[in-house]
């Protein structure tokens, strides 16, 4: 070619193509049947998430009667208690957040005479903003009455979802280890036990951890007289639930309220409540509760946090951590192994070694 260019050409099998377009077609129909499942997927995973949780009850009280009374004892437990729960909070809930919606208005009217926000305001609008958008809160926290059926309904079928993987778990381990060689079906049961005890104990402490941020949110906020203090509880607890940056969101978004609703020293005593608690819970509580459930490292809580809430939100960030923590049980017994079989491997060669010499 002119000027010494060379001119590179590439060929291409016509059945590596085929290959090619076959496999982006086989992943466009899996991610279009993934999307239109979601939320069936959704379902099943809290579902998982809350038997997660309540096995290591069940297997407690298996010790003193057959599995099925076992788990009909302790989901009739778990469901009494979620009744309890929801009947004592679910009006005063309500209440609060119709409250919310209603004094919108005013409160913004009363943030504005704040110097900082007066200056964000007459940047960006705030207040208008706030106002525009004040009436859509109802809908926003509990949706048209279909959706609030809806999800009426999605609760009862992760429940009785629940009850059936509780049920079910013996089953389906024994069909699982059914198809396994012997020494690999013994080695799957003791790693299932582990990730059993390991990782329903964290979801089942990281619950509780939850409710005790969220009662001490309460109770901080009603002695200070901060408004919609059961509210901003719930949302406490909720975010207490996320790994890393659920607790600091909610903890950002309680000091904010009592600023604004209550002066610069609440806010100041809120703060220092928050970072107190904060400092006990990950220096005596934590370590009490998961002293037997499996320890992830920070940096993979992260990911599996990140990657959880963009495949499936919320959800997927909750139940990132018992993901990842079953994968590391997994990786770790396989590195073991590994790291055992290399061993054998090294002294099997220095005794062949020592013979031939």
Do not use: C
Not at 99 to 123: C, E, G, T, Y
Not at 129 to 149: E, M
Not at 247 to 266: C, E, H, N, R
Not at 268 to 276: D, E, H, P
């Amino acid at each position: 070619m002119p000027g010494g260019a060379t001119r590179l050409v590439v060929d291409v099998p016509l059945r590596v193509v085929a290959k090619v377009l076959t496999a982006v077609l086989v992943f466009s129909i899996a991610v279009s049947l993934l999307e239109g499942v979601r939320s069936v997927l959704i379902w099943v995973g809290t579902a998982l998430f809350i038997a997660i949780a309540l096995n290591p009850a069940v297997v407690r009280v298996e010790r003193a009667m057959r599995r099925t009374w076992a788990v009909v004892t302790v989901f009739f437990a778990f469901l009494i208690g979620l009744i309890a729960i929801v009947a004592l909070l679910a009006a005063p809930f309500v209440t609060q957040v119709d409250q919310i919606s209603k004094n919108a208005p005013h409160a913004a009217d009363d943030v504005m005479k704040n110097p900082l926000v007066h200056h964000l305001d007459q940047r960006y609008d705030l207040v208008d903003k706030l106002k525009a958008h004040a009436s859509d809160l109802p809908n926003l926290v509990f949706g048209a009455a279909g959706t609030v059926i809806n999800g009426i309904a999605a609760t009862v079928t992760i429940l009785f979802l629940s009850a059936f993987i509780l049920f079910e778990l013996p089953t389906i381990n024994e069909l699982i280890l059914s198809q396994l060689r012997p020494e690999a079906a013994e080695r799957a049961r003791t790693i299932g036990g582990h990730i059993n005890r390991n990782v329903g104990g964290y979801v089942a402490g990281n619950l509780v951890i939850s409710l005790i941020a969220g009662i001490v949110a309460i109770v901080t906020l009603w002695l200070l007289g901060v408004p919609y203090a059961l509210t901003l509880g719930v949302v406490v607890a909720i975010g207490d639930l996320i790994p890393l940056v659920g607790a600091t969101l909610a903890s950002v978004l309680v000091i904010a309220v009592a600023y604004f609703s209550q002066g610069t020293t609440d806010a100041i005593i809120v703060f220092v409540v928050i970072m107190v608690y904060q400092q006990i819970e990950n220096h005596m509580i934590q370590p009490l509760v998961y002293k037997h459930t499996v320890q992830i490292p920070s940096l993979v809580v992260l990911v599996a946090v990140l990657i959880g809430a963009a495949l499936l939100g919320i959800l997927g960030a909750l139940i990132a951590i018992p993901v990842a923590g079953t994968i590391q049980v997994v990786a770790k017994d396989l590195l073991n192994e590994r790291a055992e079989r290399l061993r054998r491997e090294e002294r099997t060669e220095s005794v062949v070694t020592s013979t031939a010499m």
